[in-house]
């Protein structure tokens, strides 16, 4: 008996009940877990629906500014039911769930006059289908659910542009198996750099600028404004050689990376780390160029989550880099930590040509560009194909 035989007794349903959201968290956990207990896991994925960038549609900031949208913006949850199944509690029919982080965004495309617009990102993520119930294709069929779930609230923006401009993405651990539900998998290398010593001796060459200051779990505000610049010229750019194409990135917002910064945290504790001292986020420069990472505890490495280097000629550039890399290799070491990971849509490495140079020399090709285990994918909004979407920024930063 297949799932797809049977559509009529599949029930799609958005949820908030905290005893469902604990017992899909509890079966996920066995898979997901990592370094944490179970219990632990649960705990976690509580704490971080209670982040900022989870609440956001309870944000007096963002109500006044989406009047029409800001119910949707946030972490929503979602479960699939086979009605089929004998009923023995109130779970008992849950064969799937999943969720979704619902972020700001902003795009500018063919009738956008020119103009960057308001959208609103859907990332999926937590696609998990119960053990016993697997090979039957349910999870294809809440991921279809899911997509006409979005495509409704697209299809009644009412004028609201960040709801006319949806659209959904998604990062991928089975490769390309969402392929067929409309998703194009836009994969982004990453560079895993591990001979750590020899980067700091022959790339950093003790490189160092003394008004630098390491950044704490809430130093983004200001930074973040640089990168809102950022963004909006790269998407005009892009726009000017691609007047075809529909652009999109996530906003730039300083929840994103707290979101990061509360997950770590959480890790290193139920990790059994408590005793990490000078744990810092990421480091400034005296001109604002920063660097902001996360602690992968679980895969013992430092992610970089994003960079910011002003215009200027290559060789600044490559100064500013070495200089905020030095940062990173010394938290890495700091914490007994083995590798720095970037990925190369952030730190796109053979426009760096001493960088690019270093690497293949010290590290194995396979490090230098490394399959993403995170594979990005994004279904198109309406009116586009996956061929004429852009996808900018498409990075660390905006994963979920």
Same mark, same amino acid.
């Given at each position: ?13 958005? /949820? ?19 370094? @944490? =207990? ?9 704490? !971080? ?7 956001? $549609? ?7 500014? +989406? ?9 929503? /949850?979602?479960?699939?039911? $086979? =009605?089929?199944?004998? /009923? ?53 069929? !809440?991921?279809? *659910?899911? #997509?006409?779930? +979005? ?15 949806? @659209? ?17 998998? !836009? ?7 591990? *001979?750590? &010593? ?6 950093? %060459? ?13 130093? +983004? ?14 998407? !005009? ?7 075809? *194409? ?29 005793? %990490? ?18 602690? &992968? ?10 960079? /910011? ?5 290559? %060789? ?5 880099? *070495?200089? @905020? @890399? ?5 938290? =890495? ?20 040509? %001493? ?16 399959? #993403? ?28």
């Amino acid at each position: 008996m297949t799932a797809s035989s049977h559509e009529d007794n599949l029930v799609f349903e958005s /949820y908030s009940d905290p005893e469902l959201r604990k017992w899909t968290h509890s079966a996920n956990a066995r898979v997901w877990k990592g370094l @944490l =207990t179970l219990e632990q896991y649960v705990e976690r994925e509580q704490v !971080m629906a209670s982040s900022e960038i989870s609440q956001k $549609d309870k944000s007096d900031e963002t109500i006044s500014k +989406y009047p029409k949208s800001y119910q949707w913006l946030g972490q929503r /949850y979602f479960v699939l039911k $086979d =009605t089929s199944l004998p /009923y023995d509690g109130k779970f008992s029919q849950v064969v799937s769930s999943c969720e979704t982080l619902n972020r700001i965004g902003y795009c500018i495309h063919p009738r956008s006059n020119g103009k960057i617009e308001p959208a609103l990102i859907v990332c999926i993520g937590g696609v998990f289908t119960i053990e016993n119930h697997r090979g039957k294709g349910y999870a294809k069929s !809440m991921i279809t *659910k899911l #997509n006409e779930f +979005y495509d409704n609230i697209r299809d009644k923006s009412e004028g609201a542009l960040e709801l006319k401009n949806l @659209l959904i993405n998604l990062y991928s651990e089975v490769g390309d198996y969402y392929s067929p539900l409309g998703y194009k998998s !836009m994969h982004v290398p990453l560079h895993r750099l591990a *001979k750590l &010593n020899e980067l700091t001796e022959y790339y950093c %060459q003790g490189v160092s600028d003394a008004n630098g200051k390491y950044l704490g779990f809430d130093d +983004y505000e200001e930074l973040v404004e640089l990168h809102e610049e950022q963004f909006n010229k790269s998407l !005009m750019e892009l726009h000017k050689n691609n007047p075809e *194409k529909f652009i999109f990135t996530v906003a730039p917002d300083s929840d994103i990376f707290k979101w990061f910064q509360e997950r770590d945290l959480f890790i290193m504790k139920g990790s059994g780390r408590e005793s %990490q001292e000078n744990l810092s986020f990421g480091f400034a420069l005296s001109d604002n160029s920063h660097i902001i990472w996360h602690h &992968n505890w679980n895969g013992n490495s430092l992610i970089i989550v994003k960079i /910011y280097i002003p215009e200027e000629s290559l %060789q600044r550039k490559e100064a500013k880099l *070495k200089q @905020l @890399l030095s940062k990173a290799i010394k938290e =890495t070491q700091n914490h007994g930590m083995h590798e720095v990971e970037f990925w190369d849509s952030e730190i796109p490495v053979k426009q760096y040509p %001493q960088l690019f140079q270093l690497l293949t020399k010290l590290e194995d090709d396979s490090k230098v560009f490394s399959d #993403n285990g995170s594979l990005s994918a994004v279904r198109p909004p309406k009116g586009y194909t996956a061929d004429e979407v852009i996808w900018d920024n498409n990075t660390k930063f905006c994963w979920f």
